[in-house]
């Protein structure tokens, strides 16, 4: 064996560079930043935009909580997250609908 060669452990054989939920992640910044560049490059309004980018990331984030939990599905931690991002969405569709 080379010199230059260094034996791997099976965790770094097994890890990807990204996981599903970086993965996931990334997904949901693309959705709300597609969202803002749709708003922006046509006329629906930055606002619209964004809320559209929030339901696609909506998808994603009930992918991850619902179909593929990181956690258990009895885990108090589910489902504040749903709270969280549900509340979230509701304070950006009010504020880009209510003037």
Do not use: C, K, Q
């Not at 964004?50 to 593929?68: I, K, P, S």
């Amino acid at each position: 064996m080379p010199f230059f060669r260094r034996e791997t452990t099976s965790d770094e054989r097994r890890s990807p560079i990204l996981d599903y939920y970086d993965r996931v992640i990334v997904g949901i910044a693309g959705s709300i930043l597609g969202g803002a560049l749709l708003g922006v490059a046509t006329a629906l309004g930055v606002t619209t935009g964004l809320f559209v980018g929030a339901l696609v990331a909506t998808l994603l984030v009930y992918d991850v909580v619902f179909r593929n939990p990181p956690l258990p599905a009895t885990d108090s931690r589910v489902a504040a997250s749903v709270i969280v991002w549900h509340a979230a969405l509701f304070v950006a569709a009010v504020a880009a609908y209510v003037r």
